[in-house]
């Protein structure tokens, strides 16, 4: 079975200053991994995705993520954040060959001015 | 282009009564899934529907029933709600395939009383 380990519920950062999104992942076989963001009261947007090739992966507004296989990681980063990168972030995976997808518990990014 | 819709946006029911929630995809996809969202949670898989068929299924009760249309609409039905039962409900469309994006609506908010 596949989970999702998102280590922070709560990331509080200054505005224009840097931040990096915790995700790690346990899985016996290969998995695609993904970064949504969800708004107040609206659905998810995909940020990011990995499906194979570069670990390093750019997302829409500015962010990115690195594959570390060795690490079963997925952390999410952004150079500087702007007030309306507040959201909920979610890390998920789904298994190569699979179709449903497992979302972390989230990470709330707190942008202050 | 449409994204995925979803209806209704609210609804509120009581214990023991049953509901139907719709969703239609985005304008291309053939692939339909179900989450449901508790507050404070990530996203729960609850099945996916292609060619009118249900092709996996998360570990929910057979309570939670589903449909798709030949015109890759799908409803999800739920019978003998339950206090936990209330959530936001997500529909996410995509193409058939794995590794392929699913794409979320902005989901029923459900409250059962």
């Known amino acids: 079975a596949q989970s999702v380990t998102q280590l922070d519920s709560q990331v509080p950062v200054f505005e224009e200053a840097p931040v990096e999104l915790r995700c790690n992942y346990s899985?016996?076989?290969?998995?695609?991994l993904f970064w949504y963001v969800q708004y107040p009261n609206q659905g998810l947007q995909l940020l990011l995705k990995?499906?194979?090739?570069?670990?390093l992966v750019k997302g829409i507004n500015g962010f990115e993520a690195e594959f570390n296989k060795s690490q079963t990681s997925f952390h999410l980063r952004k150079p500087s954040v702007h007030i309306s990168d507040t959201a909920e972030y979610f890390c998920?995976?789904?298994?190569?060959?699979?179709?449903?997808?497992?979302f972390g518990t989230g990470t709330r990014l707190k942008v202050l001015a | 282009d449409a994204g995925v819709t979803q209806s209704p946006t609210h609804l509120i029911k009581t214990r023991g009564q049953q509901v139907t929630l719709r969703c239609s995809p985005k304008?291309?996809?053939?692939?339909v899934s179900w989450y449901q969202q508790a507050l404070g949670q990530g996203p729960q898989f609850i099945f996916q529907?292609?060619?009118?068929?249900?092709?996996q299924r998360g570990n929910f009760p057979d309570g939670f029933s589903g449909h798709q249309f030949p015109n890759y609409s799908s409803e999800l039905n739920v019978n003998a709600l339950l206090l936990g039962d209330s959530a936001l409900y997500l529909c996410?469309?995509?193409?058939?395939?794995?590794?392929?994006?699913?794409?979320f609506g902005p989901g029923t908010r459900l409250l059962v009383l």
């Open positions: 899985s016996s076989v290969s998995v695609y």
């Open positions: 529907y292609y060619e009118e068929e249900e092709r």
């Open positions: 998920a995976v789904s298994v190569v060959g699979g179709y449903k997808y497992i």
């Open positions: 990995y499906l194979s090739g570069s670990t």
């Open positions: 304008s291309g996809h053939d692939t």
């Open positions: 996410a469309s995509s193409l058939l395939g794995a590794g392929e994006t699913q794409y």
